[in-house]
């Protein structure tokens, strides 16, 4: 195999983090400084009643986190499953499921478009809370269902529900997990063995254990929050999260008109070895050899970086660390006036361990487009132990205007897991893209749902984008008829002008659809539609609302008594 330098599209992002169910509620959250972690549930564990301010075995020091606010809701007939089916997967996959659907949603790859193709799954993923759960119970609980949550599973899943025929692995390096699983999917996609990837990571605490563990090792954040380069740093708040990008080789995206977010320019894994005595304890000297490497692999210079997404959970040993290690690689022939910005969205959300290394992405490729770096939060007194007078390092404590500067924007994503498992990965701004103007001419839309409540839903969904939207409507009519999933209970409208899209949109949300004519009909009937007598090579992609998912609870099912 031919290993190719090419850089490697994120054409496709969803996510679902404390606070922010999809990437455009996780950006509001950045930029309006949000902190969205909060109380332990009482079903994951009783914190108040195992609460010590200080360690003692079985207690924990903190009583909050993140945590999702419908972790346990589910679509499932919309995934083929039944009720019992749902209560007894591993609800991780379930969130895997649902931010995958929307990743590829994203790109405007459809269901049909991806089957069957060499698409490579990698899942990062530590924890595995719901098999401990139901294990717990005892050995009648480990029924033949158990089979379908093994942790080898939430990569295989996705790889079964979209029929994805390329390498399906799930990568446990701790909280270097996803960020690991990245750079492998860009070394198979630069080796030609695939042609697309869906890179994914998954945590959800539904037990005490890891908080427990975490409180006598002194790691846990007694206040439930990452304080990353601050003096108060003590810790890290473990916390739920899903997330699932999709790569392609830029040339193929740009060649089958796919979004690209931001582009993957290159990376290095890495192990600190005995490099700092200790197995556990991160090494100055190793942490900055990967980065070297990194920015090798990548074709930059490191000091034209402009930010870094650092692991940055706040911890008293890392964070000084991982200071000294960009400020040695990142700081070297760095212009004084121009510091490396380094933040955290772990202040943000909290430490989403398996699905840490993809949220840091998800941050960096929306501050990327944007041109906008969210500020750092809990970043009051500078750590007296990093030499801030030496480092060429500023974290930033306000949103940070990055346009202007001349050239497309530089970013590092950095990952470290426990055992010394180490990841950084090389970002680029995307490429721009100039659509053309509307033509003024009438196209029909299409919009369907697996169900009639959503179809109606979805309408609204669309109707109330669409009155803000100023993309051509040429665009946003290819896309819902070519770029889109398509589903059983459908609808369909001809429109000259987005205002009379818009009020058709209303009407059939208000259950008073137009009868749909010409390939609308057609469409409406289950017909395949040749739409390239309808829309030139003139037509854009552009994303649409998600599809609106109907919801139902499906908690840790009771035990069986």
């Known amino acids: 195999m031919e290993y190719r330098r090419e850089p490697i599209a994120v054409v496709g992002m969803g996510c679902r983090f404390p606070g922010a169910d999809g990437t455009d509620a996780l950006w509001e959250l950045l930029l309006a400084g949000g902190d969205a972690t909060g109380p332990t549930p009482k079903d994951r564990y009783d914190a108040e009643a195992m609460y010590s301010p200080e360690p003692a075995l079985g207690k924990v020091i903190a009583k909050r ?139 959800l605490k539904l037990n005490a254990e890891e908080d427990l563990l975490l409180s006598q090792a002194r790691m846990f954040a007694r206040d439930g929050r990452c304080k990353f380069g601050d003096a108060r740093a003590d810790g890290f708040a473990p916390s739920d999260g899903a997330a699932a990008i999709v790569l392609k080789p830029l040339a193929r995206a740009l060649a089958d008109g796919d979004p690209v977010h931001a582009l993957v320019l290159g990376g290095n894994l890495g192990n600190d070895g005995r490099a700092s005595g200790s197995l556990l304890a991160p090494s100055a000297d190793a942490h900055a050899e990967m980065l070297r490497l990194a920015y090798e692999d990548a074709g930059i210079d490191a000091c034209d970086v402009d930010f870094i997404e650092a692991h940055g959970t706040g911890t008293p040993l890392i964070d000084p660390i991982e200071f000294a290690a960009i400020g040695e690689v990142l700081g070297k022939d760095r212009p004084a006036d121009r510091p490396v910005l380094v933040g955290s969205v772990k202040t943000n959300i909290g430490h989403t361990e398996g699905a840490a290394g993809v949220a840091a992405v998800i941050k960096s490729a929306l501050a990327l487009a944007h041109r906008r770096l969210p500020a750092s939060l809990h970043y009051e007194t500078p750590n007296p132990k990093i030499d801030w007078a030496a480092l060429p390092v500023a974290v930033p404590t306000s949103t940070v205007d990055l346009d202007g500067r001349g050239r497309p924007l530089l970013a590092g994503v950095s990952g470290q897991g426990i055992s010394a498992a180490n990841a950084h990965i090389v970002l680029g701004e995307a490429p721009r893209r100039e659509a053309a103007p509307d033509d003024g001419r009438a196209y029909p839309f299409v919009l369907s749902a697996a169900t009639g409540p959503a179809l109606l839903e979805r309408a609204r969904d669309c109707a109330a984008w669409l009155s803000e939207s100023t993309h051509a409507l040429r665009d946003v009519c290819y896309s819902a008829a070519v770029r889109t999933t398509h589903h059983a209970h459908r609808a369909a409208v001809t429109a000259e002008t987005r205002a009379g899209l818009t009020a058709a949109l209303l009407a059939i949300a208000d259950g008073d659809a137009p009868a749909p004519e010409g390939v609308g009909a057609a469409f409406c009937a289950g017909e395949e539609v040749d739409w390239t007598g309808v829309f030139d090579a003139t037509a854009t992609f552009v994303r649409l609302p998600h599809y609106p998912w109907q919801y139902a609870a499906y908690p840790i099912p009771e035990e069986d008594r």
Do not use: K
């Open 65 to 203: 986190s993140g945590y999702l606010e419908r972790a346990f809701d589910f679509d499932a007939p919309f995934f083929g499953m039944t009720p019992a089916q749902a209560s007894y997967l591993d609800p991780q996959q379930r969130l895997l499921l649902t931010a995958a659907y929307e990743a590829f949603a994203d790109a405007g790859l459809t269901r049909e478009a991806v089957a069957g193709t060499r698409t490579g799954v990698y899942v990062g993923n530590m924890n595995l809370d719901f098999w401990d759960v139901i294990a717990r119970r005892g050995p009648e609980a480990i029924t033949p269902s158990v089979i379908y949550n093994l942790r080898s599973v939430l990569s295989g899943r996705l790889a079964y529900e979209f029929d994805l025929r390329g390498p399906s692995i799930t990568v446990d390096t701790a909280c270097s997990s996803s960020l690991t699983a990245l750079h492998l999917a860009c070394l198979s996609l630069r080796a030609g063995e695939t042609e697309a990837a869906l890179v994914a990571g998954v945590n």
